[in-house]
């Protein structure tokens, strides 16, 4: 008998190949054996998925540091968690779309004349959503490595882990409510804005735990944070009219002020 994985010899006897470690799969594919590997994978309350989520919403940093100093059979690796909430982010947004379009609108928060390039806005961000996410990222974990400038144990790429981890668990979370929310009827853009303040202080109460912040030191981080990413709104958007001007022109820029004005 070969094991179907590695295709080395293994005994008729064996539940698992004694050399890579897979199940050996005696009977055929099933609609109840479908459900049963599904759920031995997502939903058994030991499996790594359930596990990482439980302890990135109570314990982040163990998360974290386990996966920064080599532990990586414990957790859902980083990679794969960010994989799992971009996925889960395109299913809510195809759900949304397909079965309640008249949620998303941001009318609500439009000025007269203005619902048609807000809800351009709202469907740019739809369309571009996993690259935004994937984007954003990086940014974080700049802002981060510049706000935790005098805690010397983690480097940037070690930044950026932690924060592909939390943008992650936030994204699911989101996701998920944003499914619940949708079908009691609530608009997809005030369900974003009520979750921005949670979302703050989500990511405020996994830095207090990951760098052990007293509560003095988190209210001095989140202002440094703050004037951080003010100046990088700044340093882009200068970045970006420079680019307008090299490509369009003095015309560019102006046809640029003229619709942020009218915005």
Do not use: W
């Not at 295709?7 to 897979?22: D, K, R, V």
């Not at 054996?33 to 939903?43: C, T």
């Not at 079965?99 to 469907?123: K, T, Y």
């Amino acid at each position: 008998m070969e094991c179907k994985n590695c295709e080395l010899s293994i005994q008729t006897h064996h539940n698992y190949c004694p050399s890579c470690g897979a199940k050996v799969i005696r009977n055929r594919l099933t609609i109840k054996s479908l459900f049963a590997h599904f759920s031995e994978q997502f939903l058994n309350y030991d499996n790594k998925f359930l596990k990482t989520f439980r302890q990135l919403t109570t314990k982040p940093e163990t998360v974290t540091d386990c996966y920064i100093h080599g532990t990586r059979k414990r957790y859902v690796n980083v990679i794969s968690y960010f994989a799992i909430a971009l996925t889960l982010s395109g299913f809510q947004m195809f759900i949304v779309n397909k079965f309640f379009p008249e949620l998303v609108n941001v009318d609500f928060l439009s000025q007269d004349g203005m619902e048609d390039i807000n809800q351009q806005n709202m469907n740019f961000g739809q369309e571009y959503q996993s690259v935004i996410y994937m984007l954003i990222v990086p940014v974080y974990a700049l802002m981060s490595k510049i706000v935790f400038f005098n805690y010397k144990q983690y480097n940037f790429t070690e930044h950026l882990v932690i924060n592909m981890y939390l943008a992650a668990h936030v994204s699911i979370i989101t996701s998920v409510l944003v499914l619940i929310t949708s079908f009691l009827g609530i608009n997809f853009g005030l369900m974003g804005l009520l979750s921005l303040p949670l979302q703050i202080i989500f990511f405020a109460y996994c830095y207090k735990r990951i760098f052990k912040l007293s509560f003095k030191s988190l209210i001095l981080k989140t202002l440094l944070f703050l004037v951080t990413l003010l100046i990088i709104i700044v340093l882009f958007t200068i970045l970006f009219l420079i680019t307008i001007y090299l490509i369009e022109g003095v015309e560019g820029l102006k046809e640029f002020a003229t619709q942020s004005q009218a915005t």
